[in-house]
């Protein structure tokens, strides 16, 4: 006796009829969809090894450090894992930087008078601090998707960075950092 093919129906394993040989004859779309909801359809990342620094008490982009995908379907999701290694003018200020899509901050809090949203602060610290951004973003389009980070100083002047100290002399003791996005798409 000659063995069915099954297929997976989302809920429970099915048989074929003899005379159906692949997907399409048993399932409808809806069927596939469901099929492979919550797959992982592509993975890209950007990687920063490079400095960058900025004075300016508004957000700038950093640069070397975004990624663009262009999601298969309209329903998928995109799971943003951000990492950047940041410091403010040690001893001086603070600032803060933010997750965007293009545009739009993305994973920030939310607007209340003066405050401004923002994914992370940063501090006047002797060192770098590694920011964590995780985020699941629905960008609902087809259309190709940039995912980067921005940061600010809180006060024009003072030096925020990414991937160094402030104090950044040439000594053994002196670090450099790396910093990365990644995205991966999920069909919903």
């Keep these: 006796m000659a063995k069915k093919a099954r297929v997976y129906d989302g809920t429970a394993w099915q048989e074929l009829a003899s005379a159906q040989t692949d997907l399409t004859a048993y399932s409808t779309t809806a069927q596939i969809a469901t099929l492979l909801s919550g797959s992982v359809k592509q993975v890209l990342s950007t990687t920063k090894t490079d400095t960058f620094t900025t004075t300016s008490n508004t957000f700038v982009d950093v640069t070397g450090l975004s990624v663009t995908i262009t999601p298969t379907s309209a329903t998928s999701k995109i799971l943003v894992i951000g990492q950047i290694v940041v410091q403010g ?7 803060m930087g933010r997750l965007m899509r293009d545009s739009t901050a993305i994973s920030v809090g939310a607007a209340a008078g003066s405050r401004i949203p ?24 087809t259309s190709a998707v940039t995912y980067k980070f921005q940061i600010r100083a809180n006060t024009s002047g003072y030096t925020m960075c990414v991937n160094r100290n402030s104090n950044d002399t040439d000594a053994s003791t002196t670090p450099r950092y790396a910093s990365s996005i990644t995205v991966v798409e999920v069909l919903a």
């Design 89 to 95: 003018a040690y001893g001086a200020d603070n600032g």
């Design 118 to 141: 923002a994914s992370f602060g940063i501090d006047a610290a002797p060192v770098g601090q590694t920011q964590i951004v995780p985020f699941l973003d629905s960008p609902a389009t």
